[in-house]
């Protein structure tokens, strides 16, 4: 190869003093080949002279029981392996113009011992402890090798060092941290001149940016702590509006392939469904119904997220937008997330349209189900009557998505449970009408950060009151010695009419384990604490019509009882189950509680939700009333269970609870952005940066407002950025 004397920022990091084919080699195992992937390879942490303590300071904070992190600075001057029978401990010894402390390890010792050499400098972070001598001690700590030189331009200038991730691809490659940071060092010093700026100027100046090759340098070797949050700052400013940018091109996208879809109130359909109603709908309903007639009368396409608990109400909503949409001459369509739920839905609407029938005569409307499991002669006459528009509503599963389903005129589609869904089945059920009208329906309230994120390509409608007929669920929380008392109150409930569920986790994730989990528990209950009811049995083994035949048995009251795994977790309104009994309950998640514990309430009757755990749990949640913002992330771990129990308890609100969820379990469990079709965020925080994702969702919308095409000469930048770098995420923010 060539050698020339300066080479470009896009040449293989091989071309850097001291790199080399072997350590480019290492390199490019971690995704690093040029020497910009290196620039933008940035440090997981700084040392910073104002964290840091003398050893006779951190002496004192372990005196005065100060349990949190602390950093100290120290060479190494002894260092002695001890062997107690089998266990070995490593003891090594610092020191510091100030004293002395040592780090202790009781495992991997023969590493730790090829680590510290004598004569080496350290930085140590972790909990002080005391020895057993009474010296300032730190077991296992975080460390970090720095040079003498290093260290003095830290103390005397308080100049702050990076530390880097060191894995073990470089580790092998003999790059170590003194060794990646002079690398590092280098390419900063003589290439980030050539780093192009991938901001608009206008969007840097209004906003205070930094420029992005302050902000590069300035991540790597800040030379103040503000320059490092600001050099923090841009990148996640940067990130978070090629984010927004995203969702402000899908919405635009999606809105610019609709027009003139305007519809009308022709008939005194709807009207007449009202009155067939035995209730008045609330008043979150009609605000709600309010914005979806909005949409739907508008030429304005409708890509509209409903959300609601539980219980609130949402399916009749969605099915007076159905209405409207039939009566316009279109059909409407309902997907469920499972076969046992649209068979639900197409009950209910089945029987509703009954009434309207009655009620209107003019028009029959005729409903039909779709769903993957159905014979072949059934299915076929069912896919007639959507081609042929004999089907007015259409309900089903994932079946309503199949090639070979055609539609006549499919003007509205209503997706029921949208986090099982992903924005890919969102296009392709878009796909198959002209571009029919879609509301989406969640009852997982989604917290505002992530209804600006993933999910801000959709108007919001929320349904924040529940119908008046309900009296809030009692929840509450008991140890499992408890349990007799419980079964004693479900016995007596049931003198008043009371069915209960009772819930057990999944035991594995193994079908046979559950199915045998769930029959012992069933058999167990039965010739033990409630020998004297009647109890049915529901788990995951069952096929969806065995499972709807037991839930039908029990809303008839053949059982009094019925004993689940978590399948009753989305499912049929049984009326009169007004108990709920969650076993273990310190292994679900908090919306998964939440979800199980909208099975009850249904009626006018008081509800109850007991959850079981173990007794230590309850413990907990006695001496815990904390509030979750002044909890470290290691208290976090430990009392999550606590926690989630105690938000139950506490609050019957989903959008608290999704709150909380979120702060406990972060949002990628909660909200998959591979599913959303977002990139993945590398610097910003989804749960923190709530300030800086609104301002940059104003921002991204206010530009692609003004230049929907991205084209003026100002974002000439934006637009090359995004078809280099988010290629993958434009698929569905087409730009011209
Ligand atoms: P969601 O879909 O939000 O879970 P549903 O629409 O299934 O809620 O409604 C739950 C139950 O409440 C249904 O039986 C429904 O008929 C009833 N319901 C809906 N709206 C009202 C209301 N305004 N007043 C009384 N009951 C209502
Ligand atoms: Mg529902």
């Known amino acids: ?321 159905m209405l409207i949409a039939v009566d316009n001459g279109y059909q409407a369509a309902i997907m469920a997330p499972t076969e046992i739920l649209a068979d639900q839905h197409m009950k209910n609407i089945s029987e509703m349209m009954k009434k309207l029938y009655e009620c209107f005569p003019e028009r029959e409307i005729k409903v039909s189900l779709l769903l993957g499991g159905q014979k072949k002669l059934e299915r076929d006459k069912r896919l007639q009557e959507i081609e042929l528009q004999e089907a007015d509503i ?70 924040d009151e529940m119908p008046k007929n309900r009296k809030p669920i009692k929840t509450v929380l008991r140890g499992e010695s408890r349990l007799p008392e419980i079964f004693k109150f479900i016995i007596d409930k049931k003198k008043e009419g009371y069915q209960t569920f009772i819930v057990y986790p999944l035991v594995e994730e193994s079908d046979k384990l559950e199915l045998k989990a769930a029959e012992t528990f069933y058999e167990e209950l039965s010739k033990t604490h409630l020998k004297n009811l009647k109890l049915g049995l529901i788990h995951g083994r069952m096929s969806w019509q065995e499972k709807e035949e037991k839930m039908l048995l029990f809303l008839n009251k053949k059982f009094d009882v019925l004993v689940s795994t978590t399948v009753i977790e989305v499912g049929i309104d049984i009326p009169d189950a007004n108990i709920i009994l969650i076993n273990d ?7 998964q509680l939440h979800q199980l514990r909208g099975r009850v309430g249904r009626s006018d009757k008081q509800a109850f939700c007991v959850l079981v755990t173990k007794d230590e749990i309850v413990q907990y949640n006695i001496q815990l009333r904390l509030d979750l913002e002044y909890l470290s992330s290691s208290m976090l771990d430990k009392f999550k269970s606590a926690i989630r129990l105690q938000t139950m308890v506490k609050t019957n609100n989903g959008f608290e609870i999704a709150e909380t969820d979120l702060k406990l379990r972060g949002p990628g469990d909660i909200f998959s952005t591979k599913q959303s079709g977002f990139p993945d965020l590398k610097y910003a925080d989804i749960v923190r940066d709530v300030e800086l994702i609104s301002l940059t ?26 078809i280099k770098h988010y290629s993958d995420n434009l698929q569905y923010a087409k730009i011209a």
């Open 394 to 463: 259409v309900v089903g599963t994932h079946a309503l998505l199949e090639e070979k389903v055609i539609y006549k005129n499919l003007g509205l589609v209503v997706i029921d449970e949208q986090h099982r869904f992903g924005v890919r089945q969102r296009a392709k059920l878009q796909s198959k009408g002209k571009t029919p009208e879609v509301l989406v329906m969640s009852a997982t309230p989604i917290p505002r950060t992530i209804s600006m994120t993933i999910y801000g390509d959709l108007d919001i409608s929320v349904i």
């Open 1 to 321: 190869m060539k050698s020339v004397s300066k080479n470009s920022i896009d040449d293989s990091v091989q071309y850097l003093k001291s790199v080399g084919p072997k350590r480019a080699e290492s390199f490019s195992k971690i995704g690093i080949r040029t020497i910009r992937d290196l620039l933008f390879y940035f440090p997981s942490g700084h040392l910073d002279r104002t964290t840091v303590l003398s050893a006779a300071k951190a002496y004192g904070y372990m005196m005065n029981g100060y349990d949190g992190e602390l950093t100290v600075i120290g060479k190494v001057f002894k260092k002695e392996k001890k062997r107690f029978g089998k266990k070995e401990i490593l003891k090594v010894q610092f020191r510091d113009e100030t004293g002395f402390f040592e780090c202790v390890w009781f495992r991997g010792t023969k590493y730790f011992h090829s680590v510290f050499n004598e004569g080496d400098v350290f930085a140590i972070s972790s909990k002080p402890d005391k020895s057993k001598y009474g010296a300032l001690q730190f077991i296992h700590p975080d460390f970090d090798r720095i040079t003498e030189e290093e260290e003095k331009s830290f103390l005397h200038t308080g100049k702050i060092i990076p530390f880097y991730r060191i894995p073990k691809e470089l580790k092998s490659g003999n790059i170590g941290d003194l060794s990646l940071r002079r690398i590092i060092s280098l390419a900063v010093e003589n290439y980030v001149g050539e780093v192009e700026e991938t901001l608009p100027d206008e969007i840097i100046r209004q906003n205070k940016l930094t420029s992005l090759q302050d902000a590069i340098r300035n991540y790597h070797f800040p030379e103040s702590s503000d320059k490092l949050s600001s050099a923090q700052k841009r990148f996640k400013f940067e990130e978070l509006i090629y984010l927004e940018l995203l969702v402000a091109l899908r919405k635009q996208n999606y809105q610019s392939k609709l027009i003139g879809n305007k519809m009308s109130i022709k008939t005194n359909l709807v009207q007449s469904f009202l009155k067939t109603l035995p209730f008045e709908l609330t008043k979150a309903q009609l605000k709600v119904l309010g914005e979806i007639k909005n949409d739907l009368l508008s030429e304005k396409p409708m890509n509209r997220l409903l959300q609601g608990d539980v219980g609130s109400g949402k399916t009749i909503v969605s099915l007076i937008a």
């Open 585 to 591: 309950a310190h292994r679900f998640g908090l919306s």
């Open 697 to 722: 969702k104003n921002i991204a919308f206010d530009l692609i407002n003004k230049d929907p095409s991205i084209s003026s000469e100002s974002n000439v930048v934006i637009r090359k950025n995004l």
